[in-house]
């Protein structure tokens, strides 16, 4: 009997798959932080014996190189990929046996990237799963535009064609395993549901139900904005990752925080938007640890800027750091942790900003308040619906234009508060006075907002 076991990793929307027999298996698109990977691998008492790559990953670094190193295992990738490092290329048709009776055949599914390949497993001569990346994911297929503006309109229609291939090669009941989908920027839109097979996609998948033309204009007009460190992750990955240091940062007390401040390197705090707005270092900047710290942190800071970590717990730096390898922020510069009174020197105040719902919103703008409400959703997001007056900007470009925000109480909202707490510390650093709305966007109409609907 085969098994398969998926590890997901929420905070970039991802999951990498390992499978196998009684005896070896294959791991499928691994995280950076191998280790989880390998002690799965232990308590099924399997070797790796194969590690697989779908395709040279845009949204994280990869662990499979180092996966590969340690394990000893064959590292199977795209043989078009362009890699400096030794691999096993691997190209359309291409098969590995896993265990006994346990195939791992490769079928070309360009369109997320033009090497893009899926991984078919199959028992007996049968296909028990496929493992599709970037591909064919849950309702949607990946992003095409992430390789080259000029291949874009190419790949989405090869997405279409391979989706079509994967639907004529495999029965209806094949279980259907992405990498992408769960939240990552690489899918075009966001799935619903966590399972699927290629029955269900071929019933309700664009990519399946639409004819080429269609599905590539719909396609192609619901992208929205790529996380800036997206430009990072394929070289990264094409070189070879360099194996992670997951070991604590050196400690950082009050001093050591406000020289770091000073130079201008970023302080991270990663406790609840409640908890920071009620008191903070006056010029941190909050990623809570629960949301997506890597994929909003990763997207708005300068490449390679110093980052030091606040937390209430040693596990809460430990779990962050975890999630920053995985899109190459790789050592903290410092640490610290415990009650924020101790983070600021003796004489120093802690900053703080209220919080409020959207019905104080509309009550500030009925009493006349100089309010500005900035709206720090995405692009396609606002286009559904928008309070009316507000300001747009991005949160991923709100650190580069606080100097747009025109002068008043700036009251900042998203969907549903997390990103609306990342602006509120960015323009709380600057001194701006800011409140931030933890809300859910529907409850703007209930609260007597006027919404303008595009």
């Not at 939240?183 to 075009?188: H, P, T, Y």
Request: net charge negative.
């Amino acid at each position: 009997m085969f098994f398969v076991d998926t590890l997901e990793f929420a905070g970039l929307g991802n999951r990498s798959y390992l499978a196998g027999g009684s005896h070896t298996a294959v791991v499928v698109d691994p995280p950076r932080d191998v280790d989880q990977i390998i002690a799965t691998a232990a308590r099924h008492g399997v070797r790796i014996a194969y590690v697989a790559e779908t395709h040279l990953h845009n949204d994280y670094v990869t662990g499979g190189l180092e996966l590969a190193r340690l394990t000893g295992a064959r590292y199977l990738v795209p043989a078009d990929a362009d890699v400096s490092f030794s691999r096993t290329p691997v190209s359309d048709g291409d098969s590995v046996e896993v265990d006994e009776q346990l195939v791992l055949r490769a079928i070309a599914t360009p369109g997320h990237t033009p090497h893009h390949t899926s991984y078919v497993l199959e028992e007996d001569g049968h296909a028990v799963a496929v493992f599709t990346g970037g591909s064919l994911l849950i309702g949607t297929v990946g992003r095409p535009d992430l390789v080259d503006p000029r291949l874009t309109e190419q790949l989405a229609r090869a997405q279409h064609t391979s989706a079509h291939r994967l639907a004529a090669t495999l029965d209806d009941e094949v279980p259907v395993l992405p990498t992408h989908g769960f939240g990552s920027f690489c899918s075009s839109s966001q799935a619903e549901g966590d399972a699927t097979t290629i029955g269900k996609e071929r019933a309700g998948n664009d990519a399946l139900t639409l004819d080429e033309d269609t599905f590539v204009k719909r396609l192609l007009d619901g992208l929205d904005d790529v996380p800036a460190y997206y430009a990072h992750m394929g070289p990264a990955n094409a070189a070879g990752p360099s194996p992670v240091d997951l070991t604590p940062p050196e400690p950082a007390d009050a001093h050591e925080i406000a020289k770091r401040l000073a130079a201008g390197e970023w302080l991270v705090d990663l406790r609840s938007r409640t908890a920071f707005a009620d008191g903070h270092v006056a010029g941190s900047f909050n990623f809570e640890g629960t949301g997506q710290p890597a994929t909003y942190l990763a997207w708005l800071i300068p490449w390679g800027k110093p980052v030091t970590l606040l937390a209430e717990t040693p596990a809460q730096i430990s779990d962050a750091q975890r999630e920053l390898v995985r899109v190459g922020i790789d050592r903290p510069a410092a640490a610290a942790t415990g009650n924020p009174a101790a983070w600021i020197r003796e004489g120093e105040q802690l900053a703080s900003f209220p919080r409020a719902r959207f019905t104080a919103l509309a009550e500030a703008r009925e009493r006349g308040e100089d309010v500005v409400v900035l709206d720090v959703r995405r692009n396609s997001e606002r286009a559904n619906g928008f309070i009316t007056g507000s300001v747009h900007i991005p949160l991923h470009e709100l650190h580069g234009r606080i100097g747009e925000v025109p002068g008043g109480t700036v009251w900042v909202h998203c969907a549903g508060g997390m990103r609306a707490a990342i602006a509120a510390s960015l323009l709380d650093a600057t001194g701006r006075k800011v409140v931030a709305v933890d809300d859910g966007f529907e409850a703007a109409l209930d609260a007597g907002l006027n919404l303008t609907r595009p």
